[in-house]
C-alpha cells in the first residue's frame, strides 16, 4: 500500500488531497446540518 503511495506522481497526489479536501467540506457541512437538525428535534 505505502509502495503504491509512493509511485504516485505528483499530479495524482494533487487530485487526490483536492479530492480529500472536498470530502473534508461535505463531511463538516454534513454533521453541522445533522446537529442543527437535532437541536430542531428536542
Do not use: D, W
Not at 506522481?9 to 453541522?32: D, F, M, P, R, T
Amino acid at each position: 500500500m505505502n509502495q503504491k503511495l509512493a509511485n504516485l506522481s505528483a499530479e495524482q497526489e494533487e487530485k487526490l488531497k483536492k479530492i480529500e479536501s472536498e470530502l473534508g467540506c461535505v463531511l463538516i457541512a454534513y454533521e453541522n446540518k445533522s446537529q442543527s437538525m437535532e437541536t430542531n428535534f428536542h
